[in-house]
């Protein structure tokens, strides 16, 4: 559907690099980063606003690299809305109708299913500013899908949103995304948003795309420091990946080894997720191959959940429920085991 091949941007102090993807015909794909890393201008480039330094864009198998942005058949959402304030709701869902020719009755009418599909006959002549931040991103919404557009490309569209109307404007989405088959390229720094919305996603950093996988594969086998780090892993060592028992492998981390399942040998990083670590204040029998005592050295609350910092050495950090913290009676200073499998460990 979408190709971006060793695509290179030069904004003077910022540049995107030999970035190359392949977007699928009907996928939902996040492009996950940091604030800064070029996701917008990511975004931009892909519906024509900025010029291209070298590479192609392909859009169903159409160069377009230098197409016109209204040629391009691409729809955008910005985080802002970027909405007419001097129009009513119909007036800007009609708005790229009527650039492309239409009459306000013939753009209305054809605008007709997009506001049918979110709901909107009851706001159409209401005033942008007398919407709220969820009925605004509806009607920005509404506004792009109205031109029938090839691809949806949508920036951080939730980021303004409260917890409730973000949740009913993700599934908003994922039935756009269902009932039309809409391609929709989707840049966010959430990680919720990624893992809820997105089929595939790729993450930005450094000026240039470090990985792409499902939400799996970068959030559990992450294959840079940089992902590992941005996925919020927590636990990353570096040390020498050596032959273990039974095609295992073991990993120096200073002190200590650990176990894991890996092809990898020789000095390499090793990563493992909170959530994937169990903790207890007595010896866990499992058939876990990881297991070490150390001190709590520092209790952190998530609301439902608590982070734990717990010295064997080295620091592990351990997600816990709330019950299962107050059940144990864990504090700082406290004693506990961690125990971890060795295909917990993601060696890179």
């Known amino acids: 559907m979408i190709e971006l091949k060793s695509l290179c941007i030069d904004l003077g102090a910022f540049h995107l690099r030999d970035l190359t993807l392949n977007i699928r015909d009907g996928e939902y794909f996040i492009v996950l980063g940091p604030t800064g890393s070029g996701k917008t201008i990511l975004l931009e480039t892909i519906a024509g606003l900025h010029s ?85 991103q509806k009607v920005a919404l509404a506004r792009a899908l109205a031109i029938k557009p090839k691809v949806l490309l949508l920036d951080e569209p939730l980021s303004a949103l409260d917890p409730e109307t973000k949740e009913k404007v993700q599934q908003e989405l994922r039935e756009i995304r269902n009932k039309l088959n809409q391609t929709i390229i989707h840049v966010t720094h959430d990680f919720e948003e990624a893992v809820a919305l997105g089929e595939r996603i790729a993450v930005l950093g450094n000026g240039c795309i470090m990985q792409v996988g499902t939400a799996e594969e970068i959030f559990c086998q992450p294959k840079s420091e940089f992902v590992a780090r941005f996925a919020m892993t927590r636990n990353i060592f570096a040390g020498d990946v050596r032959d273990g028992e039974d095609e295992g492998a073991t990993i120096d981390i200073g002190g200590n080894s650990i176990w894991a399942v890996t092809n990898l040998r020789g000095h390499r990083h090793a990563s493992v997720r909170p959530e994937d670590i ?54 700082r200073g406290g004693k506990a085991y961690v125990t971890f499998k060795a295909s917990a460990v993601n060696v890179f």
Request: hydrophobic fraction near 40%.
């Open 278 to 331: 169990l903790i207890s204040t007595q010896p866990f029998i499992s058939s876990a191959r990881n297991s070490f005592m150390g001190t709590i050295t520092d209790v952190v609350s998530k609301g439902s959940t608590v982070c734990l910092t717990v010295n064997v050495p080295p620091d592990f950090v351990c997600l816990v429920t709330r019950r299962s913290f107050e059940e144990m009676e864990l504090r």
């Open 52 to 136: 291209v330094k070298s590479g192609v864009i392909l859009l169903n198998g159409i160069e377009v690299t230098k197409t016109e942005p209204e040629k391009r058949g691409i729809g955008i959402v910005y985080q802002d809305y970027v909405l007419f304030p001097h129009l009513s709701v119909i007036k800007n869902i009609a708005f790229g109708l009527r650039q492309r020719g239409r009459s306000r009755k013939e753009a209305e009418a054809e605008a007709g299913w997009t506001i049918e599909l979110l709901g909107l006959s009851s706001l159409l002549n209401r005033k942008i500013d007398t919407l709220s931040g969820g009925e605004k």
